[in-house]
Each structure stands twice: as structure tokens, then as C-alpha cells.
């Protein structure tokens, strides 16, 4: 009677059908020798004994007696592995290059053998990211672009053999990437610049059009589709798991996914979504598959349906497999500052999923059927709360949020990819897609995927659990507990599967990179989901933002520029045009002068550690560069233009006819410069004349000067090949140029009110190249101003807010950059404005600053209360201004019971209280915090608004009707406008669903005013056209679509803030992408648009 059966697989080239497997004792005796099929996989019975080994024979049928003479001839392939000691009755094994590769490091330190071998065939960070994984197995499921079997054993023939080959290794380790197929270095793939054929520049015109493109994860273009791709499977078994969850609450619960169960087959499951998800659902459900009595019948749907199941599994892995291989560019740098905080922390929680993980896999593959004794094992082991996969869980989600107080994981990376000013170290100071996004993107995906896998096993094992079934007829028993682990502890859990609203928790986190993208440069992708620029990001130039210069920045230096130029005749007038950048933004650039491309430098600028090598700076700095290609031939003479010119004539003309080289006066005037009028310029022996750019050395240049003048002059026009001695020429080496632009803000704030001392609305715009904070006071004759406010501290104004504190304006303001607050009060009588400056003492508690703001006064004891989001933890703080004293009190922490924080609110004031409603930061989803106005305490409301399940949000805008609550919220998948409103007497809310509309695009903002005659007026723009559009309730009746508000308004607004006055007339403020103002006003004539009122801008 034999109590272990080993099941496995071996690897088979393409054209092999079968091969044999032989399992060997301590004395090398044969004990069993069985046959691989068509599909690699094999089974035997044998007892557990110490020392037994696995031989496998790929595409060889042997005989017992074959067995040992093939292991002697060195021209057999074959792969071998130890079979663990082990007390279970069931395991799976894999033989490959890999587990030969393992077997020889066993013999120096078996200890070690997993981590060497894993390290050497996927990367160090391997061993971080896939520490439950064995190495065999991993080479089992790897792509080919990571690990080929095909490369591994084309280098073994060449070694001797596979044990030859994996011994060598042992003793001269291969380069981690030796063994893709058609591999390529991670140096020439990061710096890759050759643009796709016929792909054209597509900019789409909503500046959120990422945010709401349904199918984000499709119009990826990143170095690499594999993060798009990865995510896109993996939320159809997100959808799965939904499906699972969801199906608990039916009163028969298990009833459509128990028949398509029967019904389902292999080709319908690539019939469509539907499917897809039951697909997922069913493979939820493997547990039950893999007993045995399932294979008892010969012709069972249920073994097409494992069979899927089995991929599906196994495409998760794949997927880990590939981001790992991704990260690895990055990792060296990462684990310098996470290795201690975070990610040692997680890697026992993930070595814990994993190796439940590829046991699962394993029975997915099954050929004999598990027996329920062992499935009952690993559910329990699965199920353990004290070091199974539901404690792991629990732990990766509390380090990855940051319960607790700790760093969560974005703020880290952020933390980690992004500096100010730093040197030779790990932050960068030019952040772009190619070194902060896509690492950032990466590395949150791949921990949603380690945490989609954990919650699959354990639905797995809490539905087995309740009741696995006896017959194949017996739907399956659904188990409260499966669904309950999928809403709290799956990324972006809840009611239904949300995968892609992950985006909004690092959004939030990183808005100092994204935030500065936008504004000036026009309708351009503002969402970390999806990247900026996403379909330019493998062009010649990628977008940075430069940290140190506050610019945008396109460009690339390159070796040969004719990766840049393509073979064009350029001059300074059209150096901007051949960055490989859409027509659309080239017009809003420039070359940097000399004082801007220092400011670029930053420190790096006559820092004694690079000394003058400033092209190295900008290369660790994040900039792109093909040195990875030329290795120490790009470090030689690296130049680049500037915006500013010198003219060469004979008396201050370049003279060169003592220190040139035999040949070279030849070859300068056969292929002599252009200059900045697309003049080809020959030489005048001995003097080169004409106008040319000031091209500045980023080399050799320890004394930092920028004004070059001798030297190379324009980049090489010519074909290097049908001309290589134009490349002899130094004149024609300029290696580069940056394209700069302003980098203004993305928020866009319009903060508005109603001073009923004058019946005039106000308006505050942050505008010019200083931000300088300008009000504008709008009555029904017209609109004054601007008022400079007085500011004596500079900073890039974000969220603000404005209120009426008697007779004077509070204008409170946060800094985009920084997060701090600062506070400005204007004497409406006298007007005159007075610089507060940062509220005292708020850095001091809360060091990492703030990115929202809104305040409101209290008359009955003459306070300002003033509420604020962190702008590192989301969070929400308080604190409230004596108006009598101008004394402030101190930072106080709301009460909150949703610790992943909070993406945008609003206050409203009624009778009793001052009430905020909150929009999660991960769930989209309404929170109250509410301030009782008798006892001056905040109070925890909750999730109280009655939201369907499904329903999430993206934007909300607050106030009342005679005290009753009216909120308005913008859904975040169909961008229609919601309401739920508020019972004064009780507190309740009510959902009373959509808005009527007739914009099927939907929208984006949205604002709420109440006029003169209590009517409710409701404003939004456009989510295609950035139009507003007006919805309003005449007091007492049923709502009116009013539709588009035309009056002759053009343009695209980001913004929009609506104030009445007591005379009947609405002020609709608005804002667009380049912070200018206008004003479209409503009076009893109907709606007139007065145009643009921003005088700065």
C-alpha cells in the first residue's frame, strides 16, 4: 500500500508527444517508472523514504532497464529533482532546466539552492516578489521572453547536458535574463526610443479622458502591454470572484453557476464576458473539481471545465511572473528604501499565499483526483487565522494601506521615486512615465494581484468548507464567509468587482507629480491609472516634470541623433518639432535658455560630486539618454541646445586650422553645420560664419558655463551609412535638446460667494506665472477687478476656499507643492487685504501639509471652523479661527472610521449643525462627519445615505433647502448626476437616484446653487466637451433638464462655481485648463455669457 502519490510535470519540447519519468531511491535503484503525456504531466505511487529522486526523460519512451544507461551518456537530455520530505499523501513536482539547475546547487548548500537558482534565472527581486514560489515551477509557467526552456537547453547541448550546464552555473552564475528568448538588456529596453510605425499621435480631447475610458487598460502604451494586459485578466477573475460573492445573497444562491457547471465548455469560454465571469466564479470552486470521485466518469464536462481552470490559475502566476521580471529595473533602487519598511514585512505574508498557491495549481492539473482528506488539509492550512492565507491577507492589507499609522505602500513609493534636489541618490528629480509611472503602476499591481489570488484561495476554501459536494449533480454550497473575505480584505472590495477604481487610492497619493501636467499644456491625461501621455511614452521624447525647475520638459540626448532627427535637415527654429511630440503641444514649447537649463541642474550645477558631468546628473535624475546602447562612446563631448544664438564672422569666427586632425578640414566642408535659419554654412578658411545656437556642454564642464560658444554647433543630418564621415565632423555632435514649458497647476479651484453687504458675487482665481491670488467681484451691471491680493510668501496655489466672517473675507489657500496653508483677510469696507501668511504652528502638527480646504463661519460664537484633507494620508483634520482675537487653536484629527482616506468633500450649514459629506479615496462612497452647533463637537456619520450596491462616485457637490441635506453625486463608471436628500426632522437620507439629463456622455464637475426664490439649480460640465449644462427643481415641483447652456459660451471649462443673488440672478463661474476665468450670468432675460473676466492670464 503506497501512501504518497507524486503528480508533476515534465517539460516537453515542442515537437515531443510523451516522455518518461523515473523516480530513483538514495542508492539510485529504480522504484517506478511511468509515462508523460502529450501535455507534460505524469503520475506514480511510491513511499515516502528519505532521498528519492525524480528523472524525467522529455520525448523518450524507456524501459526500466533504459533508465540508468541514459543517465550515464551525456548526450541524453534529461532534467532531475528531489522529492521533499513530506507527511502529505499528495504533491506535485515539476522537471525542467530549473529543477536542475536547483538540484545542482543542493549539492553545495541545499539550504540556499531556491534563492540562487530562482535569483539567477528571474532576478534578486525574485526572491522578494515570489518567495513561496519554487524555481521549477516558476520555469514551468514563465513566458518565453522571460525563461525559454528552449534557450536553456540550446546552452546546456553546448555544456555537455543539462546536469553538466546546471553544475557550470553553480560555479560561473549566467546574467539574470540569459535565458529569454530573443532577450533583451534591460538597458536598451529602458531607453528604447525607436517610434512604432504608422502609429499616430492621438491626444484625446477630455483632459480626464483616461479617468473615464471604460477600457483604460486597453489603450496602455508602456514599454511594455504586459502590466495592461496582466490587469485586464485579472479583473475578469475579479469578475469571477464578484460573481461568487454575489451569488450568496439569491434564494438559490448557487443555482446558474451550478449549471454552467455541466454546461459550460471550453470553447464557450471564450464566448463573452457572461461567461467569462462564470468562468471565474466556477473557478472558485476547484476544490470540489479535484476530488476524485469526479474522474470516475468517462466522458465529464467537468474535466474540460478544470482544464480551463487550470489556465486560468496558472495565467495569474504567469502574471506575477512577469511583473516580477518587469520590476526588476527598478527593484535595486526600491528595496534601498523599502526593504526595511515594507517589503521584508510582506514577503513572509506573500511566500505564504504563493506556496498555497502553486499547491492549488497543482491539484488544478490533477490526473488522479485529490482525495478529500487532503483537500480538507489545505483548506484548513489555507484557512488558518493565525499563519494562513487569511492572516496573510490581513497583513498585506494593513502594510499596503498603512493601518496603523505606518507608511502605506503608495506613499512610500511615492516617497522613494520622487525628490527634491537630491544628488546621486535614489529619488529622482524628473519624473516621467518611463521612471516613476510605470514602476509605480507596476509594482501597486502587482500586490492587487497577490491579494486577488489570496481571496480566490480562501472562497476556495471557506466554499468547500461549508459543504463540498457528493455528487456531480449537487449545486455547490455557498458559504457567507467566501463573501465577506472578498468585500473586505480584495483590493477595492466591496459590492462587485473593482480592480480598476485602485487608480483613484494612488492618484490621490500622487498628486504633486500628476498635478503639474496639466493646465498650460491643455487637455493632456491628468490619471496616474493610465499615465501621462500614454501613447507618446515610447517616442523619441518622454514627458518629465523637472522637481528643481518646476518645468515641463520633452526631450531625449542621444548618440546618434539621427534616432531624433530621422534623417531631417533641422535649425533652432525647428528643433522643438523633431522631439517626437504631438503638434499639438509643440507650439507651447521652447528651448530653455542658459538660466533655465541651470535651474534643470539643480544641485547637480558645479556639484563637486559630478563635476561639470551634468549629462550623468540628468541621467541619474531620471532623464532619457541611449547611453545604455553606446556604452563609453556616448560620454564624449555631450551638447545641447539653448534658446539663446551668437553669429561667427570673421572677427569673432571660429578658427580651428591649428588643432585639427589629418582629414578633418575635408570632412567640415563637405558636411558643415546648419544654421538657425536652415542654412547649410560652409567654411571660409579658416573661418566657420553664420548664426548659430549656443549649444551647452553637459560635459568636462566643471565651472559651470553656460555660454559656449566653440564646439558643436547642430546634430548630423546625415544617413550614417551612406555617409559615415559626417560623423567625423565635431560640429555636427549637439546630442540633444530639451523642449521646456511652464508647468502650471491641475486644480483648477474657482472659490465663490455670495456677499449679501453689496448682493454681489465674489470670485477668487489664482493666475499668472506667479500665482498670485486675484478676487473679482461680479453684481448685475458687471464684474470689477482683479484685486491683487496682498502675498508675501510665493507658493503654487491649490484648493482654496472663501468666507464671509462679518464684515470682513477669509480666503484660505493650500499650496500644491509643499501642502502648507496660508490665509489672506480682506476688509470689504475699507478694502484692504492683510497677509496672514501659514496658519501658526500647522506644519509643526502635521508636517506633510494639506491638499483640500474648506471653511465655514459660525456666527453664534464668532469662529471660523476650517476643514482640510491631508495631503499624504487623505485624512480629515480641523481647525477653527476666534474671529474676535484672530487666534487660531490647534490641528485636531476628525473622527473617521475609513482609514484609506478621502479624495474630495463639502461643507454645508444648517440650523443645528455644520455638516461635511466625505468621497473615499478606494471605494468612491459617501461618508458623513457632522459638527453639532450647540455642543461645538465633530461626530462619525458614516456610509448613512443609502447608496445602491454597485454605486460609486467621483466627484459630489453639497447644501440645503430649508435646512434638509441635498447632495448631488457624479457617478464614477457612467458619469450621470445623482441625488440623495436629507430629512431635517430625522437626519435620514433617501436616494432618490438619477437626475434627469440628456447628455449620454455624462460629466465630469458639478455645483449646486440655491436662488433668490428658493429654487434648486444644479450645474455640471460636460465629460466630452467640457460645456456646461444646467438641471434644476422649481420650488416644490419635479426636475427640468435645461440642457446645454449655450448664450455664445465657448471653450472647455475645468471648473465651475455657481453663486445667487437675492435679486434672482445666478453668477455661473468658470474655469479653464490655462486658469483663466469667465462668467456666464442668468437674470430674467435668460443666460448671457460675458466672456473671459481673468485679466492676468
Not at 536542475?100 to 553545495?108: I, T
Request: charged share 10%; hydrophobic share 35%.
Amino acid at each position: 500500500m503506497f501512501n504518497l502519490t507524486l503528480e508533476g510535470h515534465l517539460q516537453l519540447a515542442g515537437n515531443e508527444t510523451n516522455g518518461t519519468v523515473a523516480l530513483l531511491d538514495q542508492g539510485n535503484a529504480i522504484l517506478a517508472v511511468t509515462t508523460a503525456d502529450a501535455n507534460g504531466r505524469f503520475s506514480l505511487e511510491t513511499n515516502t523514504a528519505p532521498g528519492l529522486k525524480l528523472y524525467g526523460f522529455p520525448g523518450q519512451d524507456l524501459t526500466d532497464a533504459q533508465i540508468t544507461p541514459a543517465l550515464s551518456q551525456s548526450s541524453t537530455v534529461y532534467y532531475e529533482t528531489a522529492v521533499p520530505s513530506t507527511t502529505a499523501t499528495h504533491i506535485t513536482l515539476y522537471l525542467n532546466g530549473a529543477s536542475s539547475l536547483v538540484a545542482a546547487f543542493k549539492k553545495n548548500n541545499p539550504a540556499t539552492a531556491q534563492p540562487q537558482a530562482k535569483a539567477m534565472l528571474f532576478g534578486d527581486s525574485a526572491n522578494i516578489l515570489l518567495p513561496g514560489y519554487s524555481t521549477e515551477f516558476l520555469a514551468h509557467l514563465a513566458p518565453e521572453k522571460i525563461y525559454s526552456h528552449d534557450t536553456f537547453l540550446e546552452k546546456a547541448g553546448a555544456a555537455g547536458g543539462v546536469s553538466a550546464f546546471a553544475s557550470q552555473l553553480t560555479q560561473h552564475p549566467a546574467p539574470s535574463g540569459s535565458f529569454a528568448a530573443a532577450a533583451v538588456s534591460p538597458a536598451t529596453r529602458a531607453s528604447s526610443v525607436t517610434a512604432k510605425p504608422g502609429t499616430d499621435y492621438n491626444i484625446p480631447s477630455s483632459a480626464r479622458w483616461a479617468n473615464n475610458y471604460g477600457n483604460w487598460s486597453q489603450v496602455l502604451e508602456l514599454n511594455t502591454h504586459d502590466c495592461a494586459d496582466s490587469m485586464l485578466k485579472l479583473s475578469q477573475v475579479s469578475d469571477g470572484l464578484a460573481a461568487s460573492a454575489a451569488a450568496g445573497s439569491g434564494d438559490d444562491p448557487a443555482s446558474e453557476v451550478a449549471q454552467a457547471l455541466i454546461k459550460l465548455t471550453l470553447a464557450a469560454l471564450s464566448a463573452g464576458s457572461q461567461e467569462q465571469k462564470i468562468a471565474g466564479a466556477v473557478g472558485t470552486q476547484v476544490f470540489g473539481l479535484v476530488q476524485g470521485w469526479v474522474f470516475g466518469q468517462t466522458a465529464n464536462p467537468v474535466v474540460t471545465m478544470l482544464k480551463s481552470i487550470s489556465n486560468q490559475l496558472n495565467e495569474v502566476i504567469s502574471s506575477q511572473i512577469t511583473i516580477c521580471n518587469d520590476l526588476n529595473l527598478i527593484m535595486q533602487e526600491v528595496k534601498v528604501v523599502l526593504e526595511n519598511t515594507i517589503l521584508v514585512a510582506l514577503t513572509s505574508a506573500i511566500s505564504t499565499i504563493q506556496s498555497n498557491a502553486e499547491q492549488v495549481a497543482g491539484y488544478a492539473g490533477t490526473k488522479k483526483g485529490i482525495s478529500a482528506t487532503e483537500l480538507s488539509s489545505i483548506s484548513a492550512a489555507i484557512l488558518d487565522t493565525n499563519d494562513g492565507v487569511n492572516y496573510a491577507l490581513t497583513q498585506i492589507h494593513n502594510l499596503i494601506m498603512g493601518v496603523g499609522g505606518s507608511t502605506s505602500l503608495p506613499s512610500a513609493l511615492f516617497q522613494c521615486l520622487s525628490g527634491t534636489g537630491t544628488i546621486n541618490g535614489l529619488n529622482r528629480n524628473f519624473l516621467s512615465n518611463e521612471n516613476f509611472f510605470i514602476p509605480f503602476q507596476t509594482m501597486f499591481h502587482y500586490y492587487v494581484n497577490i491579494q486577488t489570488q489570496g481571496v480566490q484561495m480562501v472562497m476556495q476554501a471557506q466554499n468547500y468548507t461549508a459543504g463540498a459536494p457528493t455528487t456531480i449533480t449537487t449545486p455547490f454550497s455557498w458559504s457567507q464567509n467566501a463573501s465577506d473575505k472578498y468585500s473586505k480584505w480584495l483590493i477595492g472590495g466591496g459590492s462587485g468587482a473593482k480592480m480598476v477604481q485602485q487608480r483613484d487610492t494612488y492618484r490621490a497619493l500622487v498628486a504633486p507629480y500628476y498635478n503639474n501636467f496639466l493646465g498650460y499644456m491643455g487637455a493632456l491625461p491628468d490619471d496616474m491609472g493610465t499615465g501621462l501621455l500614454p501613447q507618446t511614452s515610447e517616442k523619441a521624447a518622454p514627458v518629465f516634470y523637472s522637481i528643481e525647475s518646476k518645468l515641463l520638459v520633452f526631450g531625449f540626448i542621444s548618440y546618434q541623433m539621427r534616432q531624433w532627427t530621422s534623417g531631417k535637415i533641422i535649425s533652432r527654429n525647428d528643433q522643438i518639432a523633431y522631439l517626437g511630440i504631438p503638434d499639438v503641444i509643440a507650439p507651447q514649447l521652447r528651448l530653455p535658455s542658459k538660466q533655465e537649463m541651470q535651474n534643470l541642474l539643480g544641485q547637480g550645477f558645479t556639484s563637486s560630486y559630478y563635476n561639470g558631468n551634468y549629462a550623468q546628473y540628468l541621467s541619474d535624475q531620471g532623464f532619457s539618454n541611449d547611453s545604455g546602447d553606446y556604452n563609453s562612446a556616448f560620454w564624449n563631448n555631450v551638447m545641447v541646445w539653448t534658446a539663446d544664438t551668437f553669429v561667427c564672422d570673421e572677427k569673432y569666427g571660429m578658427y580651428h586650422v591649428g588643432n585639427i586632425t589629418p582629414g578633418f578640414w575635408e570632412y567640415c566642408n563637405v558636411y558643415p553645420p546648419y544654421d538657425i535659419n536652415y542654412q547649410s554654412t560652409p567654411i571660409d578658411n579658416p573661418w566657420l560664419l553664420g548664426t548659430f545656437p549656443v549649444a551647452v556642454s553637459l560635459q568636462g564642464n566643471s565651472s559651470g558655463s553656460f555660454s559656449t560658444y566653440s564646439g558643436p554647433y547642430s546634430s548630423n543630418p546625415h544617413d550614417p551609412q551612406n555617409h559615415p564621415n559626417a560623423w567625423q565632423c565635431f560640429y555636427n555632435w549637439v546630442y540633444g535638446a530639451f523642449g521646456v514649458a511652464d508647468a502650471k497647476p491641475l486644480e483648477i479651484n474657482l472659490s465663490a460667494i455670495y456677499d449679501a453687504s453689496g448682493n454681489s458675487a465674489i470670485v477668487m482665481s489664482a493666475e499668472g506665472d506667479d500665482y498670485f491670488p486675484y478676487l473679482y467681484t461680479a453684481t448685475s451691471s458687471g464684474v470689477s477687478g482683479p484685486d491683487k491680493l496682498t502675498r508675501s510668501e510665493a507658493f503654487i496655489v491649490g484648493h482654496s476656499a472663501l468666507v464671509l466672517t462679518g464684515a470682513s473675507l477669509s480666503i484660505l489657500f493650500t499650496d500644491q507643492i509643499q501642502g502648507g496653508v496660508y490665509t489672506i483677510t480682506k476688509d470689504l469696507q475699507t478694502g484692504v487685504s492683510t497677509w496672514n501668511g501659514n496658519i501658526p504652528g500647522i506644519y509643526t502638527q502635521h508636517k506633510n501639509g494639506f491638499r483640500l480646504i474648506e471653511s465655514v463661519f459660525e456666527n453664534n460664537n464668532s469662529h471660523q471652523h476650517v476643514v482640510l484633507i491631508g495631503k499624504d494620508d487623505n485624512q480629515p483634520y480641523h481647525i477653527h479661527q476666534n474671529m474676535q482675537d484672530s487666534n487660531w487653536g490647534n490641528l485636531e484629527a476628525l473622527p473617521n472610521q475609513h482609514p484609506a482616506g478621502y479624495s474630495d468633500f463639502k461643507l454645508t450649514k444648517t440650523d443645528s449643525s455644520i455638516l461635511g459629506v466625505f468621497l473615499g479615496t478606494d471605494d468612491g462612497q459617501p461618508y458623513g462627519i457632522s459638527m453639532n452647533r450647540t455642543n461645538i463637537t465633530w461626530g462619525w456619520n458614516g456610509n448613512v445615505f443609502n447608496i445602491p450596491s454597485g454605486k460609486s462616485f467621483s466627484a459630489l457637490a453639497l447644501t440645503n433647502v430649508n435646512n434638509n441635506g441635498q447632495l448631488v453625486l457624479i457617478g464614477n463608471n457612467d458619469h450621470l448626476p445623482y441625488l440623495v436628500t436629507q430629512d431635517a426632522s430625522t437626519g435620514a437620507w433617501t436616494w432618490q437616484g438619477e437626475l434627469t439629463n440628456q447628455h449620454s456622455a455624462g460629466f465630469r464637475h458639478v455645483t449646486t446653487v440655491i436662488d433668490s426664490n428658493n429654487n434648486f439649480h444644479v450645474f455640471l460640465t460636460g465629460l466630452d466637451d467640457g460645456m456646461p449644462y444646467h438641471i434644476y427643481q422649481n420650488a416644490g415641483s419635479s426636475w427640468t433638464w435645461g440642457g446645454q447652456i449655450s448664450a455664445g459660451i465657448t471653450g472647455k471649462y475645468e471648473n465651475i462655481k455657481a453663486v445667487a443673488d437675492n435679486s434672482g440672478n445666478i453668477y455661473l463661474f468658470m474655469s479653464t485648463a490655462a486658469n483663466a476665468a469667465y462668467l456666464a450670468m442668468y437674470s430674467q432675460a435668460g443666460w448671457s455669457f460675458n466672456g473671459r473676466i481673468s485679466a492676468v492670464n
